[in-house]
T-cell receptor, first 112, second 116 residues
Framework: QKEVEQNSGPLSVPEGAIASLNCTYSDRGSQSFFWYRQYSGKSPELIMSIYSNGDKEDGRFTAQLNKASQYVSLLIRDSQPSDSATYLCAVNIRQAGTALIFGKGTTLSVSS | GAVVSQHPSWVICKSGTSVKIECRSLDFQATTMFWYRQFPKQSLMLMATSNEGSKATYEQGVEKDKFLINHASLTLSTLTVTSAHPEDSSFYIC????????????FGPGTRLTVT
């Protein structure tokens, strides 16, 4: 049973558009949700965390959480070529203790 | 804040030798650190959870005698790959959880290991 699922992509959007990245998770009791950005050959960088239902905005990024649907998303407004990377969804699954479980990631490509 | 460093950033070693990788939290104390491995174009795979002052918890399928983890202080965890083989070549990344956040993890820059 896959615990954190993401569409691998690639998701291609033109510069200036909104990129929408989605993630579903299996553990209904999960409380903590994160989005990481990983450039090729680099380690992941935390860009957003969200703990309660609704939207959380930080600059051009908006994370959305719907616990009833077990769904978390990341919107990137005014996408830039520098946003081209793999975006990893991470969830604290209860059975994992304090460890985060990562999805396989969605590759985003922003064309100029 | 929440900076994690790793050393070395890359290492090439011969088959059969051992390699030690250090992970340090620079501006916070990390009671818990995590070690991940990532093969090309694949997802992060959790290898083990390292708690300061106690034995590491290894994920299923990870050989604890091959991947030795020591978390001797609140700012340092080490991973030693013993008797490395070419199949151990991978990108090893540590992360640390700061005491101020329940689950946020901050990653080190990673260590690329190549075993020849």
């Amino acid at each position: 049973q896959k615990e954190v699922e993401q569409n691998s992509g690639p998701l291609s959007v033109p510069e200036g558009a909104i990129a929408s990245l989605n993630c579903t998770y299996s553990d209904r009791g999960s409380q903590s949700f994160f989005w990481y950005r990983q450039y090729s050959g680099k380690s992941p960088e935390l860009i957003m965390s969200i703990y309660s239902n609704g939207d959380k905005e930080d600059g051009r990024f908006t994370a959305q959480l719907n616990k009833a649907s077990q769904y978390v998303s990341l919107l990137i407004r005014d996408s830039q070529p520098s946003d081209s990377a793999t975006y990893l969804c991470a969830v604290n699954i209860r059975q994992a203790g304090t460890a985060l479980i990562f999805g396989k990631g969605t590759t985003l490509s922003v064309s100029s | 804040g929440a900076v994690v460093s790793q050393h070395p950033s890359w290492v090439i070693c011969k088959s059969g030798t051992s390699v030690k990788i250090e992970c340090r939290s620079l501006d916070f104390q990390a009671t818990t650190m995590f070690w991940y491995r990532q093969f090309p174009k694949q997802s992060l795979m959790l290898m083990a959870t390292s708690n300061e002052g106690s034995k590491a918890t290894y994920e299923q399928g990870v050989e604890k005698d091959k991947f030795l983890i020591n978390h001797a202080s609140l700012t340092l965890s080490t991973l030693t790959v013993t008797s490395a083989h070419p199949e151990d070549s991978s990108f090893y990344i540590c992360s640390a959880r700061s005491g101020t956040s329940m689950y946020e993890q901050y990653f080190g820059p990673g260590t690329r290991l190549t075993v020849t």
